[in-house]
């Protein structure tokens, strides 16, 4: 009796070997000829009988299902999610990088990363964000060491507003400890005498070697991990969840306390969050991190100019021009400063009377109205010519210099902005 039930035992292990070459058989051929539904359905009824199988077969069936999922590229999103793990499937049961099927995986995991790749450059281009997010993210699953994909993936994703999906994918960036920090290899045109960007050390080298290019260098990118943070705290911070976003700012900072990029990433939370002072606390202290960086003076000039602090705000922006001479913001700043006080100066001149010491007093109120106005006028001209195309700077001067009847001036400046105008 125990010998029959062997025997028969036997004999439906091996019933079900045949079953399984057969529908794997099946599933090869449909394949081949491009039926990947007939497939998919041979597929389907290997897969209850894989379990038992040996690594061989495994392999094999692992390899037919990931290729009749992916249907060449036309399967839809869950489907081509389900073929990448198939796929890397295969070299897991097989566990050597030279068995068969993971080297025909790999040959064709090749033609659909470039393939995912391909599409998400051209969504890119066309300004299909979301589209172009969705094939960096399966190019990043397709080669998982290739984390730059995950990484265009959440940027193309926050670009399409598809928040969601961007925060997950800056999550993981954060939770793999991603930097992004790339080498730029570079070299000076000798005909431009400007330098050039090159796309890797080779195409660098053989510029400098055919004497085109001079002075080769290369530098490392900035780590993009602060930047992965603020975009994770600004995202809580657009779905209400200002806790959350706090927080994210919060452990970030203590992983990386000499991190400027967090500190002023976790300044502009707060500054979204309408925390100014704390904001205004933050940025202070990157200052004293970073005393040379024209762009923390100049916000904290903002800062203090909203506050009404007009003495603070003139002194940051002064040191931030003097750090960035061609600051044209700055100087902006500064002249709308110079020219919020004149609001005072003309309250005062309309609730004077008509009696003779409230005359004096409004030529001694005219006199100091035109020192305001003869004040800003360098930080205008400065500002207009950094930034010749600044429509509000020439129309301020214009009025500026029709107040302080600069005639010549005037003039010139109406037709400045006439062909400002224009040109919009």
Known sequence: MKKQIVVALALLVSTMSFSQKSELKAAEKAIKTGNFADAKSAIQSAESLIGGADDKLKAKFYFLKGQALYANGTASNSDID???????????????SKGKYTVQ???????????????????????????????????YRMSPQDTLYLYYAASTAVTGQDYETSLKYYEELRDLGYQGVETQYLAVNKESGEEELFDNQLMRDASVRAGSHIAPKQKNTESKSAEIVKNIALIHLSNGDNEKAISAMKDAREQNPDDLGLLISEANVHLKMGNKDRFKELMQEATTKDPDNAELQYNLGVIAGEAGEVDAAKSYYEKAIALDPSYADAYNNMAVLILGQEKEIFDQMNALGTSAADDRKYEELQGQKQKLYESAIPFLETTLKLKPKSIQAAKTLMNIYSALSMTDKFQDMKAKVAELEAGN
């Open 105 to 139: 995986v790999n040959t064709l995991k090749t033609e659909i990363l470039n393939n995912f790749l391909t599409k998400a450059n051209s969504a890119l281009q066309s300004k299909d964000y979301v589209k172009s997010s969705i094939g960096f993210e399966k190019a």
């Open 82 to 96: 389900a073929a990448i793990e198939s796929f890397n499937k295969v070299s897991d049961v097989e566990g050597s």
